[in-house]
Each structure stands twice: as C-alpha cells, then as structure tokens.
C-alpha cells in the first residue's frame, strides 16, 4: 500500500494503492489553494474508505515539484512526517513525469508538454514521447512564438496542464494541439510511485527538499487602508 500526496498546483489530491491499483482516491481542484485545510482531511478520508490503518501503509509518494512553493512546502512535510512516524520509506515522483504519465499514448513521433502555471507568461514544462521518454528536461519557458523549438522534430505536439490554458494563442496558431482534461492529479504518480518501491528508489526524509526550480519571491505586504 502506497500513499501518494500531489500538492504542487492548486488540486489538492491523495491516492491509496496497492501496486497499481488504485484503492482510495480524494482531490479537489477549486481555484483556492486548500490544501493546508484540507490534505491532513483527505489523508484520513481514504485511509478509512480502504478499511485499513496507517500502520498498513509501506510507503509514501510526495509530488516534488516543480509548482507552488507553498503547496509543496505542505504536502513535503505531511509526506516526511508520515514516513518518520511510520518507519516507513518516501517516495519523490517529480510532478511533470506523472502528469505526461497520465496520457495513454505510445506513439514516439509525438510531443507531450505538461505545463504547471508559473504566473505571467512563464510556465514550469517538460517534454516527452508518448512511451515516456524524457525528451527536454524539466525548465522554466517564458513563452513567445519561439517557444519549443524541439517541436519540430515531432508530427505532432500536444499541451496541458494548469498552465497551458493561457498559451492557446501562442501555441494553437502553430499546430499544438491543447488538451483540457489532464492536470497534476495523485492518480499520475500511482505507476510511477509503484516503479520507484519495487526498485527501492527512497529519498533521505530528513533531507529530502521539494524541487523549487525558481527561488521563492515573496510579495509586497499591501499597506493598510486609512
């Protein structure tokens, strides 16, 4: 049994699965970030729906990002806490892996560009072939009609993600194809977190750090109203 927590955008969303198969699942995907609310919540939620304990549980997933610095900071720390309590290994699935995850695809002459919202014009993406392949790495894209030149190599080049949404006019003009429904979701990360146990793939829980990919900048106070 494998917990997995994906934090990074605004969906707050747990999994519980055996393997593969997916026992417990739990998200919500408003517009307001929930998940200092509602994650511990939700834990608990599926954790019961299954009929089990959380001394049942052999590992935990944790969205590493990149996305939201305080989202990750969140579930990072439920992830860390529930793995020392428990004794039990942490599992880091980067949140662009899972989400190009989630398309069942394996045709290798096409594109695939999740992208998570990094505000203005810029967003956190990476590419992949549909047998998942990593084809470029993990990078912030401040988007112009120059973006992703690797997409000439491909027949055909498909977006999604949070951040994908306010690209449509750069990229659709140029033959990418928008894909509404897919978003960073725990569900992603399920095969992925399965892989990494069966390989003992752990990250050190007392060191593990969510990756950033952009130092965090905090915004101007707002002065009071007179």
């Given at each position: 049994m494998i917990l997995s927590l994906e934090?990074?955008?605004?969906?707050?969303?747990?999994?519980?699965?055996?393997?593969?198969?997916?026992?417990?699942?739990?998200?919500d995907g408003s517009d307001k970030f929930t998940h200092a609310e509602k994650l511990h919540l939700?834990?608990?939620?599926?954790?019961?729906?299954?009929?089990?304990?959380?001394?049942?549980?052999k590992a935990v997933a944790v969205s590493e990002g990149p996305g939201s610095y305080t989202g990750l900071r969140i579930g990072v720390s439920s992830a860390k806490g529930m793995a020392y309590a428990l004794k039990i290994p942490l599992i880091a699935v980067n949140t662009l892996e899972a989400m190009a995850h989630s398309i069942k695809d394996e045709e290798s002459s096409s594109l695939f560009i999740p992208m998570i919202d990094a505000r203005r014009m810029e967003v956190f993406c990476a590419g992949f072939s549909g047998h998942g392949t990593q084809r470029f790495p993990t990078r912030a894209e401040v988007l112009n009609e120059n973006s992703f030149p690797e997409a000439r190599s491909f027949d055909q080049v498909f977006y999604f993600g949070d951040g994908a949404e306010k690209c449509q006019e750069?990229?659709?003009?140029?033959?990418?194809?928008?894909?509404e429904s897919i978003q960073a979701s725990a569900k992603g990360m399920v095969s992925l977190a399965a892989k990494k146990f069966a390989n003992a793939e752990f990250v050190n829980t007392a060191y593990f750090e969510p990756f950033y990919l952009k130092d965090f900048v905090a915004g101007k106070k707002k002065k009071p109203a007179n």
């Amino acid at each position: 049994m494998i917990l997995s927590l994906e934090t990074s955008t605004k969906n707050c969303s747990i999994c519980l699965a055996e393997g593969e198969k997916i026992i417990a699942f739990k998200e919500d995907g408003s517009d307001k970030f929930t998940h200092a609310e509602k994650l511990h919540l939700f834990i608990e939620e599926v954790i019961n729906e299954a009929s089990l304990k959380y001394v049942d549980l052999k590992a935990v997933a944790v969205s590493e990002g990149p996305g939201s610095y305080t989202g990750l900071r969140i579930g990072v720390s439920s992830a860390k806490g529930m793995a020392y309590a428990l004794k039990i290994p942490l599992i880091a699935v980067n949140t662009l892996e899972a989400m190009a995850h989630s398309i069942k695809d394996e045709e290798s002459s096409s594109l695939f560009i999740p992208m998570i919202d990094a505000r203005r014009m810029e967003v956190f993406c990476a590419g992949f072939s549909g047998h998942g392949t990593q084809r470029f790495p993990t990078r912030a894209e401040v988007l112009n009609e120059n973006s992703f030149p690797e997409a000439r190599s491909f027949d055909q080049v498909f977006y999604f993600g949070d951040g994908a949404e306010k690209c449509q006019e750069i990229l659709t003009p140029r033959g990418f194809k928008y894909i509404e429904s897919i978003q960073a979701s725990a569900k992603g990360m399920v095969s992925l977190a399965a892989k990494k146990f069966a390989n003992a793939e752990f990250v050190n829980t007392a060191y593990f750090e969510p990756f950033y990919l952009k130092d965090f900048v905090a915004g101007k106070k707002k002065k009071p109203a007179n």
